[in-house]
T-cell receptor, first 116, second 116 residues
Framework: AQTVTQSQPEMSVQEAETVTLSCTYD???????LFWYKQPPSRQMILVIR??????QNATENRFSVNFQKAAKSFSLKISDSQLGDAAMYFC?????????????FGKGTHLIIQP | GAVVSQHPSRVICKSGTSVKIECRSL??????MFWYRQFPKQSLMLMAT?????????EQGVEKDKFLINHASLTLSTLTVTSAHPEDSSFYIC????????????FGPGTRLTVL
């Protein structure tokens, strides 16, 4: 079974600064997807960024980028120029790639606080 | 992105009653939907995979007789919590896979269930 570990229960960053959230995972599969989701107080899950394991290039979405280290099974999220609206719970998630019939395995989450 | 709705958003019921939660894909057909459970300040845990026209697949430890799942159409999956008890109180979130994009799942806004 796959596992996802987020070792930072809470992180705090000054507005406009950069913060990195850590995530490691364990799998015996060679092809899979990794995701970062944001869950604000409304509890709606919002996809921040995704990475396909077979792609070596790190995914980037505006101020959000990942550092994907496949051999180390590490998938960290970097948020640049942090904004107050970035404050939320962030979950790292894993899914096998085959067929799309697999659900997501989530880490325990990191609570991100943005200091004004 | 694709839109998934859930109804109701909040429900309070008495112990021993059954509660039905609906999950609808509004602008796409979803052959596969997923049900997650999230306890306060915890992560999402996959409960079951709902397959249109066939039986749901339940994760280990999830009672299939207690959490009945029906996926009778390509746009609707229902989760019925039977004989609910206070320990079933939780936040239930569904997601749906758009067959046109194998990588992503789209989440509903969630249903908060409180069993008195």
């Amino acid at each position: 079974a796959q596992t996802v570990t987020q070792s930072q229960p809470e992180m705090s960053v000054q507005e406009a600064e950069t913060v990195t959230l850590s995530c490691t995972y364990d799998t015996s599969e060679s092809d899979y997807y990794l995701f970062w989701y944001k869950q604000p107080p409304s509890r709606q899950m919002i996809l921040v960024i995704r990475q396909e394991a077979y792609k070596q290039q790190n995914a980037t979405e505006n101020r959000f980028s990942v550092n994907f280290q496949k051999a180390a099974k590490s998938f960290s999220l970097k948020i640049s120029d942090s904004q107050l609206g970035d404050a939320a719970m962030y979950f790292c998630a894993y899914r096998n790639s085959g067929g799309g019939a697999d659900g997501l395995t989530f880490g325990k989450g990191t609570h991100l606080i943005i200091q004004p | 992105g694709a839109v998934v709705s859930q109804h109701p958003s909040r429900v309070i019921c008495k112990s021993g009653t059954s509660v039905k939660i609906e999950c609808r894909s509004l602008d796409f057909q979803a052959t596969t939907m997923f049900w997650y459970r999230q306890f306060p300040k915890q992560s999402l845990m996959l409960m079951a995979t709902s397959n249109e026209g066939s039986k749901a697949t339940y994760e280990q430890g999830v009672e299939k007789d207690k959490f009945l799942i029906n996926h009778a159409s390509l746009t609707l999956s229902t989760l019925t919590v039977t004989s609910a008890h206070p320990e079933d109180s939780s936040f239930y979130i569904c997601s749906a896979r758009d067959p046109r994009d194998n990588s992503e799942q789209f989440f509903g806004p969630g249903t908060r269930l409180t069993v008195l």
